[in-house]
């Protein structure tokens, strides 16, 4: 009897779903799929795989409401969000159509011949993807394996598998040959170690936390398989004096609470120099006041319930007797609501100002000077993203030049998007998602010299 798990919506905690979890012989199984499908799939000339790839991506498009509405039974993620993430993933299947033929080699030169590079599929990639963006994390690795002529085995995270058991059918739909995506849903420790386990994978990309990350890494030593990790984050958001004070407070409180603080990217450390932090903390709250939470099938509301019981669980452990200086409203009634909260503690090596919480907290922190601002911005084993906010274009210059951090912003918290690299510095991660420059962690480099003689 395959094990079971019953998908709640976290508003009403009502069964959403109930879905069998797939063990080890369901995972070899579609890498068998996957296996068999790869040589065709790597020969469909470029531009029918990028003309497959399209249709899939209007495919996406087609179904981005309905893609919405589960994401939000399965998540909470407010109907807004869930639907732009929907559409997203249906450009960044696009992007990837589009990348397959501008992913060239060289030619270098070298005496008595030619010497060429060609950038070559891997063959079997297992895809992991973490229960926080399930739709949108799930395109981030589909479009650049497939385009890049691998096949795919993508194992979504078991509680929001929903959208991504979707996508699988929605490929076939659209005409990408049976094998070359294949979703399995099942546990990380079955499933997804079976992924790192199996010989037939040749690359495991995996987005989620840096603790799992560690064990994947560790994992695939084992083969010298290829390995690409997206992990965690306790990003600085770095507001100077002479920044707009009022533009840097407006758009803080959709950095850090933005998808209930369950985001990689959450800039949950909010440093602020200490002339300007009275004023900036008034307007910061103030805002935060305007960032509702509620019913996330309404369009009106920012912010939705954590994602589980037991995810509630985990946040209340880091706030449950927290000073705060601000603590927003829920709603009555079930669901796995917290409040967003605002604090300043004074002990900077509280695990509130050091730990990802992923929860809708975020701490406000004084610094004197730019040295003190990179000084505790670097304090942190993590370096995924972060903001800084100036009216000196030298000075933001040199912060972001200094900060140990892979994706910023400067007077502005957007620092995403799939045609610009994307990922950590130290413990936030290894390699690079996003752009023409992920297709090389989904190929190997071939070096090949032709003598001609001469
Ligand atoms: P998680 O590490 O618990 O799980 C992520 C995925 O790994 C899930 O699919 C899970 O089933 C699987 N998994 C768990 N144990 C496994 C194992 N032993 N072997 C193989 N697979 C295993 O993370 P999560 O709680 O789903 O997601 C939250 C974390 O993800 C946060 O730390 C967040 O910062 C991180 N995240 C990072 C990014 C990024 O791009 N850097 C994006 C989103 C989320």
Redesign the pocket.
Known sequence: MPATLALRNPVSTDVVREIELAGAAEVDAAVARASAAAPAWRAVAPADRARLMRRFADTIAAHADELALLETQNMGMPIGNSTWCANAAADVIHYFAGAIDKHTGSTIPVAGGVDVTFHEPLGVVGL??????PVL?ASWKIGPALAAGNTAVL????ITPLTAMRLGELALEAGLPEGVLNVVVG???EA??RL?EHPDVRKVA???????GK??MAGCAEQVKRVTL????KSANIVFADADIDAAAASAPGAVFDNSGQD?CARSRVLVQRSVFDRFLERFIEASKGFTIGDPMSTDTAMGPLVTAQHLERVRAFTDGLATVYTGPTPSGPGYWHPIMIATPSDADAAICRD?V?GPVAVVIPFDDEADAIRICNDSVYG?SGSVWTGDGSRALRVVRAMDAGTISVNSNSSVRYSTPFG?FKQ??LGR?HSMAVLDHYTELKNVFIATGA
Do not use: D, Q
């Open positions: 992991i993807t973490p229960w926080n963006f994390m194992k979504p995270a078991e546990t990380g420790a997804g170690w790192v995996f987005t989620g936390s840096t603790a799992v064990r994947i997206e992990l965690g984050g990689c990802e992923f995924l950590g936030s991660g998602e």
